[in-house]
């Protein structure tokens, strides 16, 4: 398994941009399609954005199209979030994955790996 340790929440007003990093431990980073999900109080876990291994492909859910941005370096082992004209309705943890084990776009939880999450909180 690949271990993962997202930073950069934080709280912002509305507007605001925050990045979150996800920092992956293990040789075979840049073999696994990563993800961003997120978990607002009281709702479940959902998906915000994933990329391919290589970086080609990005997938983001409609609530965040246009304003997220999903990204990699594989010679730093590093996942990135930009997240730009943040809303209060995304203030959630964020959690990190790793390992896509499903079949077709790695939108949904079928995650082999997890962080720990990184609280973002944006005030109105």
């Known amino acids: 398994q690949v271990q993962l340790v997202e930073s950069g929440g934080g709280l912002v007003q509305a507007g605001a941009s925050l990045r979150l990093s996800c920092a992956a431990s293990?040789?075979?980073?840049?073999?696994?399609?990563m993800g961003w999900f997120r978990q607002a109080p009281g709702k479940e876990r959902e998906f915000v954005a994933a990329i391919s291994w290589a970086g080609v492909n990005t997938y983001y859910a409609d609530a965040v199209k246009g304003r997220f941005t999903i990204s990699r370096d594989n010679a730093k082992n590093t996942v990135y979030l930009q997240m730009n004209s943040l809303k209060p309705e995304d203030t959630a943890v964020y959690y990190c994955a790793a390992g896509f084990r499903g079949v077709g776009r790695p939108v949904t939880m079928d995650y082999e790996s997890w962080g720990q999450g990184t609280q973002v909180t944006v005030s109105s």
């Open positions: 293990g040789r075979t980073f840049s073999s696994y399609s």
